[in-house]
């Protein structure tokens, strides 16, 4: 059973950090083709990766160099709460609001690294992220309210199981809603427009990430890619059903993230303040009107 769990962790890892950096190589794809553009490959996150870890790194410090790491083992736990098709190494070990809290190991992190180097760019970035996750943590707490008081568990895990039996939770009225406010969140999530704040190159040359070279810059991307998975993941888990072997939950996921490229592509970035007004008004109001019906239904 040990070896069987470990093996488990290990391919979970591997195969969140080889679907993420494909979603990453993907995405610089797909939008350089609908720029008329050809774009890079697809494989070059993890050229960049290898490049990257192979040049020369510059620390500012010690809080600098634990607060990547901190931030890339945050993201590690988390994937070990969810499922993977039939693999979830702790699906004993807690549920969805351990996965929330979990999740905000990942922006404090980040937020010591580049405290640590003291640019005023990275404070910027900084500040917009946290402020980021203050408008989509309110939806997202409600969203996740709202299932485990249909599903009457915290377990995920018992969540997707329960849906291979009454189907899709996006096929039933209470959580469509807050399916459709968890789309709404996604690219807040994901940083991608018109939630495109935290490195917006043209405004503050990517923000957090300004003072990541070498090695630093290489574990930020896998971190980057991890959220990407940890992000899609969730969605797919709780509103899709999950999935019965990876190969279908992998899809499930391509089908989500496409989908998210395009509105990316045709969208303008939000100020802060829209972003923040943006959250906090249609996808809490959706989520908070699914928690009602759900409440009241049930």
């Given at each position: 059973m040990v070896m069987n769990t470990i093996l488990e962790i290990i391919i979970i890892i591997l195969l969140a950090a080889i679907i993420g950096l494909f979603f990453l190589g993907l995405s610089r794809k797909i939008m350089a083709r609908i720029h008329w553009r050809y774009g890079p490959p697809i494989a070059q996150p993890v050229i960049d990766i290898i490049k990257l870890f192979n040049q020369t790194s510059m620390s500012h410090g010690k809080l600098f160099n634990?607060?990547?790491?901190?931030?890339?083992s945050g993201s590690v736990v988390v994937l070990?709460?969810?499922?993977?098709g039939e693999m979830c190494p702790l699906s004993s070990s807690g549920g969805l609001l351990v996965i929330l809290y979990c999740m905000l190991i990942a922006p404090l992190g980040l937020a010591l690294s580049g405290g640590e180097a003291a640019n005023p760019i990275t404070s910027i970035g900084i500040s917009r992220k946290f402020l980021l996750a203050f408008g989509y943590e309110l939806p997202l707490l409600l969203i996740l309210l709202t299932v485990m008081t249909h599903f009457n568990t915290i377990s995920i895990v018992d969540i997707v199981n329960m849906q291979?039996?009454?189907?899709?939770?996006?096929q039933h009225l209470p959580l469509l809603?807050?399916?459709?406010?968890?789309?709404?969140?996604?690219?807040a999530i994901l940083d991608l427009r018109p939630f495109e704040l935290i490195q917006a190159p043209q405004e503050i040359s990517s923000g957090p990430m300004i003072?990541?070279?070498?090695?630093?810059l290489a574990l930020a991307t896998i971190q980057h890619a991890f959220n990407?998975?940890?992000?899609?993941?969730?969605?797919?888990n709780l509103f899709l059903g999950?999935?019965?072997n990876p190969g279908y939950f992998f899809l499930k996921m391509l089908i989500v993230f496409i989908i998210l490229l395009f509105v990316n592509a045709v969208t303008p970035r939000f100020r802060i303040e829209q972003a923040i007004k943006f959250l906090w008004r249609w996808p809490a109001l959706l989520a908070f009107a699914g928690l009602i019906i759900v409440s009241v239904t049930g």
């Open positions: 634990f607060g990547i790491i901190f931030s890339l070990l709460f969810l499922p993977l291979l039996q009454t189907g899709w939770s996006f809603l807050s399916g459709i406010a968890y789309i709404l969140i996604l690219p003072e990541y070279g070498g090695k630093f990407v998975f940890i992000s899609l993941s969730l969605f797919t999950g999935a019965e």
